[in-house]
C-alpha cells in the first residue's frame, strides 16, 4: 500500500474549499447563528476599532470557559469582542463577563472529514476579519479546526491559550497539534508547569509558550450560611473523575464531626453518594448540584480542598486563596505556582489519600495557622493572580502582535 504524503489533511481540505466557499456564503450563513450586541462598538486609543474573535468549541462549561469570561471582563474597551462557540450555553456563559459583545454560533466539527462545520467555521472568520483569533484551549486537541481556519482568514493574527495538559491518544493528533502550533502567533499557557507538560506530551518547544497565569476577580456574592456549626472543608468543581472527589469523601472516615461541601455537579455524583453511604458518611457530605456562582459558598469552608488527579492553574484554587482561605491540594500541573506550600496551604502527592487527610488535619486543628496561611492566599491571590492582571498581561501580548 502507498503511503499518503505528510499533507495537512484539514488545512488541504479548508483549503481547497476555501476557493468555492464565497460561493456558498448564503448556505453557509444558516449554519451560523448570530445573536447580536448589547452595547456600542469599542475602540482603541486612536478611535479605532481593535475587532477580537475569542473562540471555544467546549461542549460544557468549565474552569476554561470561566477564565475567558473573566479575561472578557476586565479587557480594555478598546478591544470588539465576538465570542465563536460551538455551544449557546458556553457562549452565554463567557458572554456574561462582556456587555456588547456579539455572539456566534457555529456547528461542531465531528471529525477532519465534516466540511460543512469547517466551512461555517472559515465563513465566521471571513465574515468577522478580527484582528486576533483568541483560541480557548479546555483539552490540548481543542479549537483545531478554528485555528486551520483563522490561518486561512487573512490579516488574522491566532492565539492559542492552553489550559490542560492531557495526552493525546494518538500519533495523528501529536502530529497535527505540533504542526498548528509551529504556525501559531502566540502559543500561551496558563502556568510554568502546565507548558511544559504541554511540550513533553506533544514533542514542542516550551521555550516557545508564553506563560500568563489564570486570574480572578475579587468575589461580589453574598455568602451562603453554615450548613453545620462544626468544622466544614469544601471544594468547587465538576464531578469528575479528574477531581478525585472520591478522595474527600474517604478521608471523612477519619475526620469526625467533619461535614464535606462540595459544589457542583457531574457524571461523578451518584458514584460519590454511593461511596459516602459505603463508608457511613452520607450524612457529612453535601453536593449542592450546579450553582452559577458557587463562590458564595467558599467563606462557609474552613479548609478548601482539591485533590486532583490532574490540572492546568485551576480558578477553584484561585478564587478560594482570594477568599482568605487556606488549602490543600495534590502537587499536580501549575498548582504549586499559586498554593505555595507552608505559606499558603499544604501540597501533598496525588493518589496518596493518607497524606491529604493528615494535611487536612493538621489545618483543622490549628486554627491559627490556617488563618495566617488564608491571609497570606488572600494576598498572593490579589498580587498575582487577579482577572486585571491577566488582562493586562493578554493586552501586551496583543499590542506585541501589532495591534
Not at 463577563?97 to 465531528?110: S, Y
Not at 449542592?288 to 467563606?299: A, M, N, Q, S
Request: glycine share 8%.
Amino acid at each position: 500500500m502507498r503511503r499518503r504524503p505528510p499533507v495537512p489533511v484539514v488545512i488541504r481540505t479548508i483549503g481547497r474549499a476555501a476557493r468555492s466557499a464565497r460561493a456558498l456564503a448564503p448556505g453557509l450563513a444558516a449554519l451560523i447563528t448570530a445573536t447580536g450586541r448589547t452595547a456600542g462598538p469599542a475602540t482603541d486609543r486612536d478611535g479605532e476599532r481593535v475587532p477580537l474573535a475569542v473562540y471555544s468549541d467546549a461542549p460544557t462549561v468549565g474552569g476554561a470557559e470561566t477564565s475567558l469570561a473573566y479575561l472578557l471582563g476586565e479587557l480594555s474597551p478598546r478591544f470588539e469582542v465576538t465570542i465563536v462557540a460551538v455551544s449557546t450555553r458556553v457562549a452565554a456563559h463567557i458572554a456574561r463577563g462582556r456587555a456588547g459583545a456579539e455572539i456566534r454560533i457555529v456547528p461542531a466539527v465531528k471529525n477532519r472529514f465534516d466540511l460543512l462545520p469547517m466551512l461555517a467555521h472559515l465563513s465566521a472568520f471571513w465574515q468577522l476579519r478580527p484582528r486576533f483569533v483568541h483560541a480557548n484551549l479546555w483539552v490540548p486537541s481543542a479549537c483545531r479546526y478554528a485555528l486551520a481556519a483563522a490561518m486561512l482568514t487573512r490579516g488574522v493574527r491566532t492565539v492559542a491559550v492552553e489550559h490542560l495538559a492531557f495526552p493525546s491518544a494518538g500519533r495523528r493528533q501529536r502530529w497535527f497539534k505540533r504542526l498548528l502550533t509551529a504556525r501559531l502567533s502566540a502559543h500561551v499557557a496558563v502556568g510554568a508547569r502546565v507548558a511544559a507538560e504541554i511540550a513533553e506530551q506533544y514533542g514542542l518547544d516550551a521555550k516557545r509558550i508564553r506563560v500568563i497565569h489564570n486570574g480572578v476577580p475579587p468575589a461580589a456574592v453574598a455568602a451562603v450560611p453554615r450548613v453545620t456549626p462544626g468544622a466544614i472543608i469544601g471544594s468547587l468543581g465538576r464531578l469528575t473523575s479528574q477531581k478525585a472527589f472520591d478522595a474527600v469523601v474517604r478521608s471523612l472516615q477519619r475526620l469526625p464531626n467533619v461535614t464535606a461541601v462540595v459544589v457542583g455537579d457531574g457524571p461523578e455524583r451518584r458514584a460519590l453518594e454511593s461511596l459516602a453511604s459505603q463508608l457511613g458518611v452520607a450524612g457529612r457530605l453535601v453536593i449542592t448540584g450546579w450553582v452559577d456562582d458557587p463562590r458564595g459558598y467558599l467563606e462557609m469552608m474552613d479548609v478548601f480542598v482539591l485533590p486532583s488527579r490532574f490540572e492546568g492553574l485551576p480558578l477553584a484554587v484561585l478564587e478560594a486563596m482570594r477568599a482568605g482561605r487556606a488549602v490543600v491540594a495534590t502537587d499536580v500541573g501549575s498548582v504549586g505556582e499559586a498554593v505555595q506550600h507552608g505559606r499558603t496551604g499544604l501540597l501533598v502527592p496525588q493518589g496518596d489519600t493518607d497524606a491529604f487527610t493528615n494535611a487536612v488535619a493538621t489545618l483543622l486543628a490549628d486554627r491559627e495557622l490556617r488563618e495566617a496561611m488564608g491571609a497570606r492566599a488572600r494576598e498572593v491571590a490579589a498580587e498575582r493572580f487577579s482577572s486585571a492582571r491577566m488582562a493586562r498581561d493578554f493586552e501586551a501580548l496583543y499590542d506585541e502582535l501589532g495591534t
